[in-house]
Each structure stands twice: as C-alpha cells, then as structure tokens.
C-alpha cells in the first residue's frame, strides 16, 4: 500500500478491516468499539460480563449498520481460555486489527499490597495483554498485515500515588510495545501504544466525583479538564489506519499534556 494513493479522510478509514477490541464491555473498551465500527470496521468483542458485552455490540452495531459485530466471553487472567476465544472469534476472516484494552487497578498503597493484589493487577495489565498480543499477533504475521494498539496509561510513565503494580504493568506494557514492533513490523504487522490520563469512565466516575480530587487532576493538566472518551478514538483509529503506516513502536499519550511535566 502507498500512501500517496489514497487522499483525504479515505487514509483514516477501517472499511474492510476487522478489529478486536478486548475489555469492550465498558468504558474505554466500549468507545473504542464504537469508533472503529464508524470508521467502517467490522468488529470483534472480548470481555468479561456478558448483558455489558451485548450492550456493547448493540450500540456498535448502530453505529455501523453493515458491519458485523461478533463477541466472546473470557477472563484474560485465563490464557487458554483468552486464547480458545481468539480462536473462536478468528474463524477465516482473521484480524487486521487488535485494540489491547482489557485492564484494571487497584489502589493500595505500596507498603500494603498483597501478593495476590500484585497477580490480579499484573496478570490482567500485562500478562494478559502479551498472550493476546502474541496470539493475534501470530495471526497477523502468517497474513503479512496487521495493526496491534495497546492501551497503556500515563502510569507506566511517570510515578502516580497509589498503584504500583498498576504502574509496573503498565511500563511493562509500553517496552513490550516497543519489543513486538522490533520484532514484527518487519514483516507487515506495525505495534504501537495509546497512554491516556484520566478520562470519565465507569471505572473513574466516583473519584472524578470528589470535588477535591477533581481539582487536583485538573491542576496537573496543562488543558485543564478531564478527558472525554471519544477523545481516544482518532488517535486509536490513526494507529490503526493506513494514515499511520510509518509509524511503530510509539506510545501515544493522550493526556491533555500531563506528561510535560508529571507530578
């Protein structure tokens, strides 16, 4: 594909692509479904619960009529059962994209986080992040295509209180980016990172609702506001369109500046 082809919003479009989207039942998992469905794609859920993940492919199909919209159930802390459902989600269509979202956190401060904290954190965050990465990813290298966007944080790149597994995870999600980039875009498949900073989500509505905390992400946020989720989807869909085609091993932070100067 030569870029110089294509013109115009046609370099941004997901038309004729399938993309999976793991940690879709909700939040950033769900917008970003949306958006890459009105873009064109045909999608593929992963997640947890499953009345969320049919609400999920309810409003993605809306979004894109014509598309298709398959899901699966599994936990990403289950490897075999992360992988049987890829599996099963691949069928001959396979994948051109990945959106590897699926994450959580638990806010414990260091001095008291158990061990078993330690596993659920890094076990969903990282662990599970890679081996779906490497099982779409090897899906990807047998078709000579693909675009792999891993959902980071911030948090793996500058010190935030309260999360040290989360941020480890995270870190190690941004160098595993960088590694699978190395080693695959060579052979067609580009791996890049998207590092959002505090944006209104289910997971985030109850500390975003405490006035004082608000005011303290605020004041560290060079625009002065939280961000909207659908503020992540042109940076996701750029990375996985052909508008990027250049582009690998990046980390892109969507985060109202924050990281200029952190805390």
Same mark, same amino acid.
């Given at each position: 594909?030569?870029?110089?082809?294509?013109?115009?919003?046609?370099? &941004?479009?997901?038309? #004729?692509?399938?993309?999976?989207?793991?940690?879709?039942?909700?939040?950033?998992?769900?917008? $970003?479904?949306? #958006?890459?469905?009105?873009?064109?794609?045909?999608? *593929?859920?992963?997640?947890?619960?499953?009345? *969320?993940?049919?609400?999920?492919?309810?409003?993605?199909?809306?979004?894109? +009529?014509?598309?298709?919209?398959? $899901?699966?159930?599994?936990?990403?802390?289950?490897?075999?059962?992360?992988?049987?459902?890829?599996?099963?989600?691949?069928?001959?269509?396979?994948?051109?994209?990945?959106?590897?979202?699926?994450?959580?956190?638990?806010?414990i401060p260091a001095a008291d986080v158990r061990l078993e904290d330690w596993q659920t954190v890094v076990e969903t965050d990282l662990t599970g992040a890679f081996f779906v990465a490497q099982e779409v990813g090897r899906r990807m290298l047998r078709r000579g295509r693909g675009s792999i966007v891993n959902i980071s944080s911030v948090g793996g790149h500058v010190a935030l209180?309260?999360?040290?597994?989360?941020?480890?995870?995270?870190?190690?999600?941004?160098?595993?980016?960088?590694?699978?980039?190395?080693?695959?875009?060579?052979?067609?498949?580009?791996?890049?990172?998207?590092?959002?900073?505090?944006?209104?989500? +289910? $997971?985030?509505?109850?500390?975003?609702?405490?006035?004082?905390?608000?005011?303290?992400?605020?004041?560290?946020? +060079?625009?002065?506001?939280?961000?909207?989720?659908?503020? $992540?989807?042109? +940076?996701?869909? &750029?990375?996985?369109?052909? *508008?990027?085609?250049?582009?690998?091993?990046?980390?892109?932070?969507?985060?109202?500046?924050?990281?200029?100067?952190?805390?």
């Amino acid at each position: 594909m030569r870029v110089r082809e294509k013109a115009g919003d046609s370099l &941004f479009q997901l038309t #004729g692509r399938r993309v999976l989207i793991t940690g879709a039942s909700r939040g950033i998992g769900r917008e $970003l479904a949306r #958006g890459c469905a009105s873009y064109g794609a045909d999608v *593929a859920l992963l997640g947890r619960d499953e009345r *969320a993940l049919r609400e999920t492919q309810a409003i993605v199909q809306a979004a894109n +009529p014509q598309g298709s919209v398959d $899901l699966c159930l599994c936990d990403l802390r289950d490897v075999k059962s992360a992988q049987s459902a890829i599996a099963e989600l691949d069928d001959a269509r396979g994948f051109d994209g990945l959106i590897n979202n699926a994450g959580m956190n638990l806010r414990i401060p260091a001095a008291d986080v158990r061990l078993e904290d330690w596993q659920t954190v890094v076990e969903t965050d990282l662990t599970g992040a890679f081996f779906v990465a490497q099982e779409v990813g090897r899906r990807m290298l047998r078709r000579g295509r693909g675009s792999i966007v891993n959902i980071s944080s911030v948090g793996g790149h500058v010190a935030l209180r309260t999360g040290v597994a989360y941020a480890a995870a995270k870190a190690g999600v941004i160098q595993m980016t960088k590694v699978l980039a190395l080693e695959w875009s060579g052979q067609g498949v580009r791996v890049n990172g998207i590092g959002p900073w505090y944006f209104r989500t +289910p $997971l985030t509505e109850k500390l975003l609702a405490d006035e004082e905390y608000h005011a303290q992400i605020v004041a560290r946020t +060079p625009m002065r506001r939280v961000g909207d989720v659908e503020e $992540l989807v042109g +940076p996701t869909v &750029f990375l996985l369109s052909d *508008a990027a085609s250049y582009v690998t091993g990046q980390t892109l932070y969507v985060d109202g500046g924050m990281t200029i100067y952190g805390f």
